[in-house]
């Protein structure tokens, strides 16, 4: 394969690329889903193909192709750098990729039990198992159990001497259970939010989290939601987020915001740009002093864990905002370059047929000193809320609305009534600065996020939030009505 | 890209590695080019080759699939050995109704030789134009300009072989200034359909128009919604509740309500597969013939459409709406809908308003509650007051809660013309048109 990668790089440079890279991707998956103790879905899948990437007078191209044959090799080579032509002719400042990217090695996923070794009949088990456990519980419709696999070898070079391989492998997986009862619907999943938490890691992950130990529990809640009292509509109060929450809210708030190409403007047409201009550098109250936000992609667990970027940049960790203060993007060598700093490995493609964008890594709010416990003891009045349902944000990354699962009202320090159609909504800066409490490490869970979508054709990124619960003041809640 | 005849070789060397097995198999082969633009340069410009074959293997009622895009004899080896392996794995499933048996479904033309032609010149020259009238106005133009081709195939061993080729194209442009912005959309299967100047000159415009925007309260609206808001409500309609299986799970905003009039006598809504002033498919991924389908008509829910799996547990007939196979867990969707267009203007919509907002789109919408399909979402590129029949001024935009049930209820007058836009999601293509409805609930501002 080195062959047929080293060709490409040959011939981008002989037809007048200043830079080129190549990718020679295989992804395979594999994917159970039970429902109502019915095998839904057993499907095994397998993509691969190359892409490259050419920059040519400044101008970029890109062509990809499923055949890794020597002749395929050169007429995509030959169409990327026609393409990077056809990008000259609109074009502005010649792109700058900044220092030379000459990484070498390789990367493999730390696991205990490969989850593609197992046979296929033990993983149904521990779905049937979660799915019978859900059945005992009288009033729910639907039971879903699901497990999602994935195992992707890549191999990248560059003109500028890197040479990168590496495996990485992921686990997801969960359980769901829907009650209906009038116009009420009510779902409750576990350990994540639709049934599905993924790290990067083996078949012990999912063995961890217990599926069937936690179905009895999520089924009754969905049965107890029906007729548990609605969510408080358009009142203030205080917010604790339980960690499955609040790793889509930094996922929302925190890591979109702090893309640079949405800074810059290049997801300006689809996902949009960002209120995080760069001006704001080291120079902006994001959020409260408790707030810590980092981006790694080297933390295990996390589904931004990785050898190297998908510009041979290595895996590293970089604080995004510090005791409050917004001190950092997320980058890539074009955008880094831009910025008069060095790219700290975000660039991610979603395939072999995707050009590498920024993409979160993991993006992670770091621990607080609270026990959970004293947490709710200590806020008088306030909701409880966790596990997401719904999740709409703006343009700019300001205005938010989340819907969660499930609610429950704290009374004088005490966690009180189960509320059902939670939601709250604020302002990005406003609502992190109201950010008072955040629990300790012994709450903090790296939670995975498999679908991502940003860029134009679509990608669907993988990405990880570390998190644990922590309270938010004067929130607006309910806002369903 | 592959011809009919190889593409039965193919499908027959899959087939006859089951050895006897039923199976069911789409092949797809398909190329696609984007040239995106941002800032008024071209700053990613791609295209991709593939193909993919997905196969189901049946052992009596145990079903496995797998899928690959390595159609050499090993891949393609492979493939039968983890779908079959997959299957022996697999529970039986008890209402798995069995393969269909070949049926005559009428060819459609949606291929165009010029579209699948298109060079990243030409595309480059496209998108210029709009850059350059967005640089005359001292604005930022973005946005991407696609073309690409693909053959379909439908095959199974009771004798189903479905071919189908298209074309597609989609021209889409953000323009912005510090304080506003427009955008313009267009769907086609022939690329020259697409007026890109055109609808550069609308975002251009809608940019222009949008400076200095006013923030006003939330509340309760009057809106007139051009056609990209009303495709986000068509579309939110279809994902919540127009396949059986969300009527079965208990989860549509049909569920209970097949027959009463829920939506205003102006609401017409079906899904026709072969209507060329769509994105044309015959068939389904199950190789049935497409159905056209009435979801509602005047304002009165018909009923869902089905694939054979949820149409055998309601004791219907498939209407030709089965989902890919590594989508068949979403159920049936329709995939080429269409609203009854009405006859008012724009113009006459506003001129008909004593209070109200007229709104370009809706952003980043997401269900809230599945009863009555309550949506939340921003508004996005371009937010109008209209007071007295007249705009008056651009708006901040601003967060909505509305359930798109009411909102279809509350329709008050249907836009003359319908447009054609194809969804980033499976490729579902929605022809609507603008909506002007009372009682709009918006619940908050942006900054």
Redesign the interface.
Known sequence: MKELIMRALDLAQSRGAQYADVRVVNNRTESI?V?DG????????????VGVRVLVNG?????????LTNEEIDH?TS?AV??????G????EKVDLGPKVTSQGSYQTPLKIDPFSL???DK?AVLMKADTEMSKVQGV??RQANTSLVKEHKQFANTEGAYTEQTIVETGGGIQA?A?GG???QVRSYPNAFARQQVTGGWEALLSWDLPGNAQRVASEAVALLTADPCPSNITTSLILGGSQLALQVHESCGHPTELDRV???????A?TS?LTTEKLDNFHYGSPVVNLTADSVRPLGLGTFGWDDEGIPAQSSPLVREGLFVGYLMSRETATKLGRYSNGCMRASGW???P?IRMVNVSLEPGTWKLDDLIADTEDGIYMDSN????????R??F?F?TEIGYEIKQGKMGRMLR?C?Y?G?TPEFWNSCDAICNADHWVMWGTPNCGKG???QTAHTGHGAAPARFRNV?IG??? | MIEEKEARKITDAILQRCKGNPAELTLMYYE?S???????????????????VTLRYFIGKQ????????LDQA?LD?LVE??K???K???E???YPGLPEPEAYQCVTAWDQPTADY???K???A??AV?QMAVEKGL?A???L?NGSSDLVVANTHGVFTYHRTTNADF???V?SDDSSG?AQESAWKVDDLAVEALGKDAIETAVRGHNPIKIDPGEYTVVLEHYATDDIVSSLNFYGMGAQALQ???SWMNDRIGQQLMSIMVSIWDDGLDVRGTPLPFDFEGVPKQRVDIVKQGVVMGPVYDRYSGAKMGKPSTGHATP??F??FGPLALNLFMAPGDATIEEMIASTKKGLYINRF?????????DC?I???T?DGVFLIEDGQVTSPVK?L?Y?MPYVKALANVEAVGKAAHLLVG?FGGISTSVPALKINGWNF?????
């Open positions: 889903s429902k019915i095998v839904e879905e057993l499907n095994s899948s397998e993509t691969e193909g101008a970029w191209g890109f062509a990809s192709s499923r055949n995509i169409q026609e393409i990077a032509h056809a990008s002719l609109v074009s502005g046979p296929l009949e149904l419709r639907t829907m209906v116009n009420e619907i810059y403007g290049s997801e300006a047409a689809y949009g209120f047929n995707r050009i964008i349902r719904s999740w709409s944000i703006d343009d700019k300001y205005n609305q819907g159609n939601t909504t302002i134009q054709p679509g607006k806002v369903l009505k | 696609a984007l040239t995106r633009f941002a800032n008024n340069i071209i700053h990613q410009n791609v295209t991709e080759r593939d193909a993919e079903i496995g699939t797998a899928s690959t895009n390595r891949g492979e983890h779908a392996s997959n299957a794995a697999s529970p499933d008890p209402n060079t990243p010149e595309r480059a020259r998108v210029g850059c930022n973005s946005g991407a696609s889409q442009t953000v912005m955008r799970e208990g989860r196979i590594n068949r867990g952003h980043y919408t997401r269900l809230v509650h599945p009863h309550i939340t979402g921003m996005r935009n967060r809660t980033e619940t908050g501002s942006t900054v």
